[in-house]
């Protein structure tokens, strides 16, 4: 059974490109949520999709936005980057947006120079 | 609002020896607690969990008590090995919605 699988594993951009994330959930999941890991921090939440339309939202300006497909699968998408975007990317699945248990891919690494 | 604090790092330990990582929150209604762990150049894996108050968690020699009293939910391990080096957060997720609010993270080193 695989887990949560995201790509690509590392990427590096230049400051006000765009990039685009993706996000396989485990099997049997159908909620997505995107968390953003900062050096040295905790993840910080940015949304969460279930049935393709975005559920919540953390606290992120609008050129963070993403989509999930009816596969389950989801997109990161970030446009204008700055430098300040540069973090390990994490995707988290779970069973339903009422369940309380999540599990999380590898992460991408964005690096924005 | 709804918020973790941890144990500032990073810990050093001896192998064998007994680790506490403390970790406290704020939260809104009855929220889930979590600890995971994240090795070097990896994702969050899931370590335990306690989904009510008094609730203990617990998975490969490490324990946590969900203790409403005094909103804690610090974690243990007896006897730590090299193997455990690592960094661990602490987490929430409150009683609605599926967010998860993370603390800053302990890193944790064990040296033989």
């Known amino acids: 059974d695989a887990g949560v699988t995201q790509s690509p594993t590392h990427l590096i951009k230049t400051r006000g490109q765009q990039v685009t994330l993706r996000c396989s959930p485990k099997?049997?999941?159908?909620?997505v949520s995107w968390y953003q890991q900062a050096l040295g921090q905790g993840p910080q939440f940015i949304f969460q999709?279930?049935?393709?339309?975005?559920?919540q939202r953390g606290n992120f300006p609008d050129r963070f936005s993403g989509h999930q497909f009816p596969n389950y699968s989801s997109e990161l998408n970030v446009n204008a980057l700055l430098l300040g975007d540069s973090a390990l990317y994490l995707c988290a699945s779970s069973p339903g947006p009422g369940d309380r248990e999540q599990y999380f891919g590898p992460g991408t690494r964005l690096t924005v120079t | 609002g709804n918020s973790v604090t941890q144990m500032e790092g990073p810990v050093t330990l001896s192998e064998e020896a007994f680790l506490t990582i403390n970790c406290t929150y704020t939260?809104?209604?009855?929220?889930?607690l979590f600890w995971y762990v994240q090795y070097p150049g990896e994702g969050l894996q899931l370590l335990l969990k306690a989904t009510k108050a008094d609730d203990k968690g617990s998975n490969k020699g490490f324990e946590a008590t969900y203790r409403k009293e005094t909103t804690s939910f610090h974690l243990e391990k007896g006897s730590v090995q090299v193997s455990d080096s690592a960094v661990y957060f602490c987490?929430?997720?409150?009683?609605?919605?599926?967010?998860?609010?993370f603390g800053t993270g302990t890193s944790l080193t064990v040296i033989p």
């Open positions: 099997s049997g999941h159908d909620t």
């Open positions: 987490a929430l997720s409150p009683y609605t919605g599926n967010q998860f609010y």
């Open positions: 939260a809104t209604g009855y929220p889930s």
């Open positions: 999709y279930y049935e393709e339309e975005e559920r």
